[in-house]
């Protein structure tokens, strides 16, 4: 049974700094590339960031490019995404997701960890 | 980027047949495949229907996919409402190596 377990969400004040972790189970994490998405108060969702199978390969929304990193740890079994500079508008609930084989769609989500940013 | 615009909501009765519509803005929808999410309240999103119309295991088969070239949507239908099936639904669609939500439809059955 494949399994994404998100951990690390906390409140944190504007400007500070967090790391989210996506434990996974069930499947063979070199085999997938895997996403954060993430949900706003009563918002619709967003695509936050990718990362290729092998962790080589990284691209990220126009809205966190250059202030959230994602990477992975695949003799661990988990996702990462560090977050740094963060703003009131990057409050939500962050969803790890694994990609389908062919990239284009998202078949399996984890429950969430709720990141605050407010002072 | 392109956007994907769904209606905000809709309601319908149990028994009935509902649609939701996904209309992309700039370039064609047959481009890339086009998947639909249901997201119960308080839940996490799961999938329902991907690569236009396929249905993933254990999704009844009265949830179906679609796709119209001439409007540039996507849309989904659902037959024979539950009220288990009241519950948020996103399109999504991918570009390249950016991946786009619709903003989501709220389907009340009532």
């Not at chain 1, 996506?22 to 960031?49: H, N």
């Amino acid at each position: 049974e494949v399994q994404l377990l998100e951990s690390g969400g906390v409140l944190v004040q504007p400007g500070g700094s967090l790391r989210l972790s996506c434990a996974v189970s069930g499947f063979t994490p070199s085999s997938f590339a895997m996403t954060w998405v993430r949900q706003a108060p009563g918002k619709g969702l967003e695509w936050v960031a990718t990362v290729g199978e092998s962790g080589a390969s990284t691209y990220y929304a126009d809205s966190v490019k250059g202030r959230f990193s994602i990477s992975r740890d695949n003799s661990k079994n988990t996702l990462y995404l560090q977050m740094i500079s963060l703003r009131a508008e990057d409050t939500g609930l962050y969803y790890c997701a694994r990609h389908s084989s062919n990239w284009g769609s998202f078949d399996f989500w984890g429950q969430g960890t709720l990141v605050t940013v407010s002072s | 980027n392109f956007m994907l615009t769904q209606p905000h909501s809709v309601s319908e009765s149990p028994g009935k047949t509902v649609t939701i519509s996904c209309t992309r803005s700039s370039g064609s929808i047959v481009s890339n495949f086009v998947q639909w999410y249901q997201q119960r309240p308080g839940g996490a999103p799961t999938i329902v229907i991907y690569e236009d119309n396929e249905r993933p295991s254990g999704v009844p088969d009265r949830f179906s996919g679609s796709i119209d070239r001439s409007s540039n949507s996507a849309s989904l239908t659902i037959s024979g409402l539950k009220i288990e099936d009241e519950a948020d639904y996103y399109c999504q669609s991918y570009d390249s190596i950016t991946w786009v939500f619709g903003g989501g439809t709220k389907l009340t059955v009532l």
